[in-house]
């Protein structure tokens, strides 16, 4: 299970809501967290199907 309340996963989405399409980089860029990290909640988003990789 995701835990949406999750800080960092708030801000990503909020960021995918404001660009539409973008990748990891971009949100390292933007958001200032470490790849790592922001590849792990991708993947959570992505098996949770709330979004997906084109």
């Known amino acids: 299970m995701i835990a ?13 809501i404001k660009v539409r399409v973008c ?5 390292v860029s933007e958001l200032g967290f470490a790849q790592a990290t922001i590849s792990q909640h991708l993947q959570e988003l992505k098996n949770a199907g709330i979004i997906q990789e084109l």
């Open 4 to 16: 949406i309340a999750h800080p960092i996963l708030i801000s990503i989405l909020q960021e995918l």
């Open 23 to 27: 990748t990891c980089g971009d949100l």
